[in-house]
C-alpha cells in the first residue's frame, strides 16, 4: 500500500476517515488512487482543494462501513467497489455492522492491488457475463434462528464469491484455523485467494495457456469434489511442502492455482507497502517476478524475526521453494494476459 498524505502534510491512511492532524475530512478516489481531504459544500457535495466535487459512498453515508468517493455527477449512490456486493450482511442486527466493515476493509485493499495491477475489474451487474459480484452471507453458525442447520462455505462460482461473515469474526475465525490445522487465516486472504478463481475463469485460456497450467499445477479437470473430501478426511500428503506454498494448495490443481494467485498479490502489496515506506529500494511495479520473489524472501525473514522479537507468530508462516516459484512465474504470465483485457 502507497503511503498518503493529508492536504496539511501529515500522514493518513486507507481506511481514515479523518485526518487526526487537521480534522479534515478523508475519502479514497478510485480515479487518482489516492486518499483526498475533502470539504463540505451544499447538497451533499464535498469539493477538494483543486475544486472538483465528490459525493460518498452509500454504504458510508448510512452505514459508516466506505470511505470511497465517487463523482459528484455520477447518479449511482454507490462507489465503484459497493458496486461489486450483490448481499450484505443484515443490518437488523447490530453485530452485523462491524463485520461487514472488517469485509469492507479487506475488499477495499483487494481491489487497489487489482486496480494497480491494472486486471480487468467489472461488476456483474454491468456485465453480467464477466463481471464480479460478491455476497457477505450468514448460516446456522451465526443466525441459528434464521438459517437453521445451514452451512455456507467461502468459495467461488460463476462469477459470485462467496464469504461467510463469520471469517469476520476474530474469534469464529482463529477457532476455524485451529481446526483446519492452517498456518494462517485472513479476510484479506480469502478474497485473495477466491478471486484467483474468478480471473481464471475470465481469462478463457487458450490450449498453450491450460498446457502450462497443466506442467504447473496439474489436471484442473481431476474431480473436485473427490479431490476435496479425500484432503479433508486423510489431510495432505506428507510431502506437500516440497510442492506446494500451502497444506489446502495440494487439495486439487485449482486450489493450488488459487492459492499461488493469493500469494502473489500479498506478495505485490506487501513489497508496494515495503517501498512506500523505504525498507526496499524498489517497488514491486519495477522488479521482474524473480526479483520481487528474491527481495520477498529475503523481507520476509526480516519481518518474521520481528514478529518474533515481540512475542508474535511469524507474519509469513510459508517457504517459496523452486517449484512455488514456477507457480508464481506462471500467475504472473497470467495477469501479463489479462491486462490486454483492460
Not at 498456518?183 to 486472504?189: A, E, S
Not at 506428507?238 to 493450488?256: N, T, V
Request: glycine share 6%; proline share 4%.
Amino acid at each position: 500500500m502507497k503511503r498518503f498524505y493529508c492536504e496539511c502534510g501529515s500522514q493518513v491512511f486507507f481506511e481514515n476517515n479523518n485526518c487526526l492532524n487537521c480534522s479534515a475530512r478523508l475519502g479514497f478516489d478510485p480515479d487518482s488512487m489516492d486518499m483526498l481531504a475533502v470539504h463540505p459544500g451544499a447538497g451533499g457535495v464535498y469539493h477538494n482543494k483543486n475544486g472538483a466535487e465528490f459525493r460518498f459512498c452509500g454504504n458510508g453515508e448510512s452505514y459508516d462501513v466506505c470511505n470511497w468517493l465517487r463523482p459528484s455527477q455520477v447518479e449511482h449512490p454507490l462507489c465503484t467497489a459497493c458496486q461489486f456486493n450483490r448481499t450484505i450482511p443484515n443490518q437488523d442486527f447490530p453485530e452485523n455492522r462491524s463485520r461487514w466493515r472488517t469485509l469492507e476493509v479487506a475488499k477495499k485493499r483487494l481491489f487497489f492491488t487489482l486496480m494497480q495491477l491494472h486486471l480487468p475489474l467489472k461488476n456483474g451487474w454491468s456485465d453480467p457475463q464477466n463481471g464480479l459480484l460478491l455476497d457477505f452471507v450468514e448460516d446456522g453458525r451465526s443466525r441459528a434462528d434464521v438459517f437453521p442447520e445451514s452451512f455456507l462455505s467461502t468459495g467461488y462460482l460463476g462469477g459470485v464469491i462467496t464469504i461467510n461473515v463469520l471469517e469476520a469474526d476474530d474469534a469464529a475465525r482463529a477457532a476455524v484455523r485451529e481446526k483446519m490445522n492452517e498456518d494462517y487465516r485472513t479476510v484479506l486472504g480469502h478474497l485473495r485467494h477466491e478471486s484467483g478463481h474468478y480471473f481464471w475463469s475470465r481469462l478463457n485460456p487458450d490450449t498453450d495457456t491450460r498446457a502450462q497450467f497443466a506442467k504447473q499445477f496439474g489436471d484442473e479437470n481431476r474431480d473436485y469434489k473427490k479431490a476435496l473430501d479425500a484432503h479433508y478426511k486423510s489431510g495432505p500428503s506428507l510431502e506437500w511442502r516440497q510442492f506446494y506454498i500451502s497444506a489446502y494448495a495440494s487439495s486439487h490443481p485449482s486450489e493450488d492455482w488459487a492459492e499461488s494467485w493469493g500469494h502473489y498479490l500479498h506478495i505485490y502489496d506487501a513489497l508496494d507497502t515495503a517501498a512506500s515506506q523505504k525498507l526496499i529500494e524498489q517497488s514491486p511495479a519495477d522488479m521482474n517476478i524473480a526479483d520481487r520473489i528474491a527481495v520477498w524472501q529475503d523481507l520476509s525473514i526480516t519481518l518474521n524475526e520481528m514478529n518474533r522479537s515481540v512475542g508474535l507468530g511469524d507474519a509469513y508462516p510459508f517457504v517459496i521453494n523452486k517449484h512455488v516459484a514456477r507457480k508464481l512465474t506462471f500467475v504472473d504470465a497470467v495477469i501479463c494476459q489479462l491486462q490486454e483485457y483492460g
